[in-house]
């Protein structure tokens, strides 16, 4: 069953008398448990999609479902609503909170989710241990390597159990063997039955995505099933 239905969308900018189409004409239908890697040059409408997906902002024209909620006319509060029960997001630049430890970063979304302390700690201790980071709970982003620090990311965008993985460039910040580590990471999200979207302009990492839909001014291009899926061992 379709756990995104977009319709039509469009998203134009008016600045001035100048009117920028961001997003022509978007359809896409993405099911639950989809792997989907979002491709396309600078400028051709990727951060435009991605931030209506992520319920950061909503369409000019046309319909998105999410879930079974139509999200295409609603408030900010109650986008933000839905943003936090629904979305996990995972940042090229990890985005974590840097005074705070893995574990409190981790546990934070839970705080907006009326979660008890004890339980949020619980949680998110499960969580990062979940991720390989056992042994880290008590370390400040700055005590951390690059790799470990998205995987901290990680683990708080899944703590909510969110319907939806959205990933901007989550490994535009890593070197190879890392971005490696952490697309395996995603495997291994994406396997447990996560409907995972994300935002690269790396063939080799799309390469793990079991769709790519190609975007070009503001128009899919190409939308298309990955028939050499590259799976980490
Ligand atoms: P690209 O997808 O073209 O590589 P980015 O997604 O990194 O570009 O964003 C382009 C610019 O827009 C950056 O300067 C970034 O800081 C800014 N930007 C991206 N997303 C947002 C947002 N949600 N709100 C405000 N600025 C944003
Ligand atoms: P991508 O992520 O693929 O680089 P974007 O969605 O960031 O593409 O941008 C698509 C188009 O919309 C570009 O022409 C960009 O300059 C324009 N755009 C994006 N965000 C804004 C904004 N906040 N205000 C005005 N124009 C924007």
């Known amino acids: 069953e379709p756990l995104i239905t ?18 022509k004409d978007v359809s896409l239908t993405i099911n639950k448990g989809e792997f989907v890697a979002l491709m396309g040059p600078s400028g051709s409408g990727k951060s435009t999609l991605m931030n209506i997906l992520g319920c950061l902002d909503t369409p000019t024209k046309g319909e998105y479902i999410l879930n079974g909620i139509n999200v295409s006319h609603m408030s900010d509060n109650q986008l933000a609503e839905v943003r936090n ?3 996990g997001f995972v940042f090229q630049t990890f985005n974590l909170l840097p005074r705070n430890t893995a574990l409190d970063n981790v546990a934070l979304p839970l705080i907006y ?13 499960q969580a990062l241990k979940n991720v ?39 490994t535009g910040n890593l070197d190879t063997k890392t971005s490696i580590e952490i697309m395996s990471l995603m495997e291994d999200i994406h396997a447990k039955g996560n409907t995972i979207i994300l935002v690269t302009h790396e063939e080799d990492i799309a390469m793990h995505a079991h769709r790519i839909v190609r975007m070009r001014d503001g128009l899919v291009e190409r939308d298309y099933i990955n028939t050499n899926v590259q799976i980490v061992d």
């Open 6 to 23: 977009i319709k039509n969308i469009g998203r134009k900018y008016v600045i001035g008398t100048e009117v920028i189409h961001a997003l």
């Open 85 to 87: 029960s629904e979305i």
């Open 113 to 125: 989710s009326g979660v008890s302390k004890v339980d949020r700690l619980a949680r998110a201790e």
């Open 132 to 170: 390989g980071l056992g042994n880290r709970i008590d370390h400040r982003p700055n005590e951390l390597s690059g790799g470990q620090r998205q995987r901290v990311a990680v683990a708080r965008a899944l703590i909510n159990d969110p319907s939806i993985i959205l990933a901007d460039e989550p």
